[in-house]
């Protein structure tokens, strides 16, 4: 049996900003919801970054907009907060727009469970520190729900958690700090003690991409709204991910994106030290030399 959900990242309504084209979510919403009534689909995934923040006042009536078209689609949805929904608002705040708890839960649906990890989404800005906090509670839930997991594991998160490659990244090519947590080698290692398939799927960094870390595919959809990849025009960006034994996932739209494959749950061996450190190899680098 195959479970098939739609997605949607990164829809950033508002004033157009850099390369992020705000100004035409709200159409776009529209054609997400005939997208979601054209395909096969039991549940919508929203991965966050629903907004492009200005203040307090304008983000709760852009975060009521974006909620008003989602009542559109025709399908159940869950949300997770981005770090644009979090600005300035609260969780709560968010949760009393979209009439949804926005803690860490998980789904068992069609031989697959869904856990909505939804981890602190807030960029913190100070003298000591500038981007995301990984929070201890966050990791502990996680670890949990990877050691308890009797069936395959789709974990869904604002943030991406593999810490793959930024270069050609408009935002994060020189700011890949701001791509993922600090300390998410801890988050992996905590998905790593699943004893089954584990896939992950994420937002936030606006492009389309596959990163398999220690046997585990972490995918990334690109944004609704983002044109860095397009020319300037919005990518219009909406998925669907298809998992059974086979996991199929094809973004729509002007920036499109297919892929399969098999989860498995075997794990890689694990990596060598820097070869100055391991005594091994340092032994033998030091008989060469001699």
């Avoid at 974990?155 to 050609?168: K, T």
């Avoid at 870390?213 to 919005?234: K, M, R, W, Y």
Wanted: proline share 5%.
């Amino acid at each position: 049996m195959t479970l098939r959900l739609a997605i949607v990242a990164d829809i950033h309504h508002g004033t157009p900003s850099a390369t992020k084209r705000g100004d035409t979510a709200m159409t776009l919403m529209e054609e997400f919801a005939r997208y979601v009534r054209d395909v096969d689909v039991t549940h919508v995934l929203d991965l966050g970054d629903r907004i492009s923040d200005v203040d307090h006042d304008t983000d709760l009536r852009l975060e009521a907009e974006v909620a008003e078209a989602f009542r559109a689609v025709e399908k159940p949805i869950w949300h997770l907060n981005g770090n644009h929904d979090r600005d300035h608002l609260s969780v709560e705040q968010n949760e009393e727009i979209l009439g949804q708890s926005l803690g860490h839960e998980t789904h068992d649906v069609g031989g697959w469970r869904i856990a909505l990890w939804r981890a602190d989404s807030r960029i913190y800005r100070g003298a000591d520190h500038s981007g995301f906090v990984l929070r201890e509670a966050d990791l502990l839930w996680l670890s949990r729900t990877a050691q308890a997991a009797d069936r395959p594991l789709l974990v869904v998160s604002h943030v991406p958690l593999s810490g793959h490659s930024q270069i050609g990244n408009y935002y994060f090519q020189n700011n890949p700090s701001h791509s993922t947590y600090p300390m998410a080698e801890r988050a992996r290692a905590a998905l790593a003690q699943a004893g089954v398939p584990v896939v992950c799927l994420a937002g936030h960094v606006h492009w389309n991409t596959v990163t398999t870390v220690d046997g585990i595919p972490h995918l990334t959809q690109q944004s609704l709204t983002e044109s860095f990849t397009n020319e300037g025009a919005p990518a219009g960006a909406m998925g669907v991910i298809e998992l059974g034994d086979t996991v199929r996932w094809e973004v729509a739209g002007d920036d499109p994106f297919s892929t399969a494959f098999r989860p498995s749950a075997r794990r890689w061996t694990p990596a060598l030290p820097e070869f100055r450190a391991h005594p091994e190899l340092r032994a033998r680098h030091t008989r060469t030399e001699g």
